[in-house]
C-alpha cells in the first residue's frame, strides 16, 4: 500500500521532538495564550518575513478575521465585492460571505491552474475592495500584473496561504508577506501541520493585526472588556508547541517534496495525462502534485490506482458556485459559468507526495500510470 499521506509517518520524522514539546505543555499547566504561542508566533513571523503573525483557530478563521477586522477598521463594509478565483477551496468564498461581502468569481489559467491576472481588470466595479489570490496545491498565484491592479485601483491583496507554506515568489519574498494580509492553515496534511486544526493571520498591518488578535478572543482586549462582537478562536499551547518543532524542519521537508514532484515530472508519460505548467521549483512547494487527466478517464485512473494499492485523491470536484449552500445566493446568478475552473474540477487527480514518500514508491506509481488505457 502507498497511501496518499500517511499523517502517523509524518508525525513520526519528528517524533520526539513533538513528544518532549507536548510533554512541557502538559507539566507546564498553561495551556492558552501562554509562552508557546508567543515563540510559534514570533519565528513564523521571521520565517515568512512578516512583522505580525497571530494564532488561531484554523485556516478560515484566519480569513474569516481578516475580513472582519477591514469592516471593524472601516475599509470595507457589507456588500461590497472580493475577487476570488472559481477553482478554490469552498473555505476562501465562505470567509467572504460570512463577513456580508459580495465574491466575485474569476476563471483559472488552464496551465498553472491560478486565478487568471488577465481576467481580473474587466470585473473591478467602484465596489470593489479586495483580490484574493489562493496559492492552490502549493504554488504561487501572485503576480506583477495583479499587485499593479491592486495599486491602480487602491485593492487590498490578501492572500490564502494554506497551502502555501514556504512558497517564494521570484524576488525572494515568501508567500504570507506579499498580500497586506494572509491567512495560514495548519490543518495536519498541510506542509505546515499541527496535531489538529489551526490557523494564523501574517500581516505587516500593526492595527490589522491589533484588531484580528481582539475579534479571535471574543472580541476582547482586556479582561471582561469587550470592544467588537468576536469569538473564541485562539490557537492552543500544544499545536504552537508541535508546529515550532515542525517549522525548524519545514524547508527540510518541502525540498523532498520537490524532489518527488521532479521524479513524477521527468517520468510520468501517458497521453492522456496533463501535466500543469512547472514553474521555477523556488515558486512551489508542492503541498499536492495535481495532474488533469483527459478523456473522461478521471475517474478511471483513480479507481485504477485505489485497486492497485496506490492512495490518491480527487480535490475539489465541484466548484464553489455549484455548492448547494449558494444555490440562492444573489451573487450566484443561474448565468454563471465557469467553464475553466469546471474543467479543472472534471479531471483533476492528485497523487501521493509529502516528506516521507519514498522515490521507489513513486517509481510504482509512475509505472502504474504510465500502463494505464
Known amino acids: 500500500m502507498i497511501p496518499f499521506l500517511s499523517l502517523k509517518d ?22 492558552l495564550q501562554g509562552d508557546e504561542n508567543k515563540c510559534f508566533e514570533e519565528n513564523y513571523s521571521k520565517f515568512v518575513g512578516a512583522k505580525y503573525t497571530v494564532g488561531c483557530a484554523n485556516g478560515l478563521d484566519a480569513l474569516i478575521w481578516i475580513f472582519r477586522a ?21 473555505a476562501t468564498i465562505l470567509a467572504i460571505t460570512e463577513n456580508g461581502l459580495k465574491p466575485v468569481l474569476v476563471e483559472p489559467k488552464f496551465n498553472t491552474l491560478e486565478i487568471d491576472d488577465d481576467k481580473i481588470e474587466e470585473v473591478i466595479t467602484p465596489k470593489t475592495k479586495a483580490i484574493v489570490i489562493v496559492h492552490l496545491y502549493g504554488r504561487i498565484a501572485y503576480t506583477e500584473k495583479i499587485g499593479e491592479l491592486c495599486r491602480k485601483y487602491n485593492l487590498k491583496l490578501v492572500e490564502d496561504c494554506a497551502q502555501s507554506h514556504g512558497c517564494l515568489y521570484q524576488d525572494g519574498r515568501m508567500t504570507g508577506n506579499i498580500g497586506n494580509a494572509a491567512g495560514h492553515s495548519f490543518y495536519p496534511g498541510k506542509n505546515l501541520g499541527a496535531l489538529g486544526d489551526g490557523g494564523a493571520v501574517t500581516t505587516n498591518d ?4 491589533t484588531v484580528v488578535r481582539i475579534l479571535a478572543n471574543y472580541g476582547s482586549q482586556k479582561k471582561y472588556v469587550f470592544k467588537y462582537c468576536g469569538r473564541n478562536s485562539r490557537l492552543d499551547e500544544i499545536q504552537a508547541a508541535v508546529l515550532g518543532v515542525k517549522l525548524k524542519y519545514l524547508i527540510e521537508d518541502n525540498a523532498h517534496r520537490k524532489n518527488i514532484a521532479k521524479h513524477y515530472i521527468e517520468h510520468l508519460n501517458n497521453p492522456i495525462i496533463i501535466l500543469p505548467d512547472v514553474l521555477p521549483y523556488e515558486q512551489n512547494v508542492f503541498h499536492l502534485f495535481p495532474i488533469l487527466v483527459g478523456e473522461g478517464k478521471r475517474d478511471a485512473l483513480h479507481n485504477y490506482l485505489e485497486q492497485n494499492g496506490v492512495g490518491t485523491v480527487i480535490h475539489y470536484p465541484i ?14 446568478v443561474p448565468q454563471l459559468s465557469f467553464p475553466i475552473a469546471e474543467k479543472i474540477a472534471n479531471e483533476e487527480l492528485s497523487l501521493p507526495i509529502g516528506p516521507t514518500i519514498t522515490l521507489e514508491e513513486v517509481n510504482i506509481v509512475v509505472e502504474l500510470i504510465n500502463k494505464f488505457e
Do not use: F, S
Not at 509524518?10 to 505543555?25: D, M, P, Q, S
Not at 477591514?70 to 478554490?88: F, H, R, S
Open 319 to 332: 466548484v464553489p458556485n455549484k455548492q448547494e449552500c449558494y444555490n440562492n445566493e444573489e451573487w450566484n
Open 10 to 31: 509524518v508525525t513520526a520524522l519528528h517524533g520526539a521532538e513533538i513528544n518532549e514539546a507536548v510533554n512541557r505543555v502538559v507539566n507546564r499547566g498553561w495551556y
Open 206 to 209: 500593526n492595527e490589522l493585526a
Open 70 to 90: 477591514y469592516i471593524e477598521m472601516g475599509i470595507m463594509q457589507l456588500g461590497d465585492e472580493v475577487i476570488v478565483p472559481a477553482n478554490t477551496y469552498i
